[in-house]
């Protein structure tokens, strides 16, 4: 059902890679709720043709860009202003991607080359988006601009590798450029901390099942799904969290406060 939580905003979606994703059920959730928006992904998941599906769906023009180059990204904004007839009220950041994971290389075994990459597609292109944003001046007063990040970044999860480093950068981006966005245009930047989630990114990682089975014990609301986070997002996108910013938000049904469950124990 729709409340037009969104009516009249312009934003830009980055990360919808097929149905399983959280960026493709937010793209939808905002659009619902009254939003125009752009979508983008890098060159190389456009091969798999889903995004164009839901651009399609959504009436949103798709705009390839690496969000690791400065140039792929101002001719992003640029080009999604033209298309959306002016500045951007909020934008989502939901890139993730460790060759390390990928191909299974142990903690203590990583090839660095491989990490640096980590570290620039997971987490410095959050910092070059807001740059780019804020240089180009292409977010209106007000806007919000949103992160997924993840709990790893606080504790240890051993198979998450090098992508809880990368995730914990991603929320001190968040904070500094917090800063500065608030006190020039009163945008705010947050991150949102999501349970695992079963998408095609996440169920790469060594023992996600049992794992996922684990949270949702341990949570007392259970797993967030992703459309629950969609759902998230729009209010985080709405004028309703105009006095939020600089936060690492749990979206994760109360994990993050638990010690032990005895739900645990019966496993």
């Known amino acids: 059902m729709s409340n037009n939580l969104l009516k009249g905003k312009r934003g830009v979606i980055f990360g919808a890679l097929d149905d399983k994703s959280i960026a493709w059920k937010v793209a939808e959730r905002c659009v619902e709720e009254g939003a125009t928006i752009t979508l983008t992904n890098a060159p190389v998941a456009m091969r798999f043709g889903e995004i164009q599906k839901l651009g399609e769906k959504l009436h949103a023009e798709v705009i390839p860009a690496d969000a ?29 991607m460790s060759l390390n994971v990928r191909k299974k290389k142990e903690y203590t075994d990583l090839n660095y080359d491989w990490m640096q990459k980590t570290f620039d597609i997971s987490a410095i292109s959050f910092h070059k988006v807001m740059q780019t944003l804020w240089k180009m001046e292409a977010m209106n007063d007000g806007g919000s601009i949103l992160a997924l990040t993840y709990i790893a970044a606080q504790r240890t999860f051993p198979d998450y590798s090098e992508m809880a480093e990368s995730k914990a950068l991603l929320e001190s981006f968040a904070r500094s450029f917090g800063y500065h966005f608030g006190e020039r245009n009163n945008v705010r930047v947050n991150t949102i901390s999501q349970s695992p989630t079963k998408t095609t990114a996440g169920s790469g990682v060594k023992g996600f099942d049992e794992f996922f089975d684990y949270a949702d014990k341990m949570s007392p609301l259970g797993n967030a799904s992703s459309e629950s986070c969609a759902d998230y997002c729009v209010l985080m996108f709405s004028d309703f969290t105009r006095m939020v910013t600089m936060q690492n938000l749990y979206h994760d049904g109360g994990f993050s406060s638990m010690g032990m469950s005895p739900k645990v124990l019966d496993m």
Do not use: N, P, R, Y
């Open 68 to 96: 690791t180059s400065l140039e792929d990204l101002e001719a992003l904004f640029q080009k999604s202003m033209e298309a959306m007839g002016g500045k951007i009220d909020f934008v989502l950041h939901s890139i993730g």
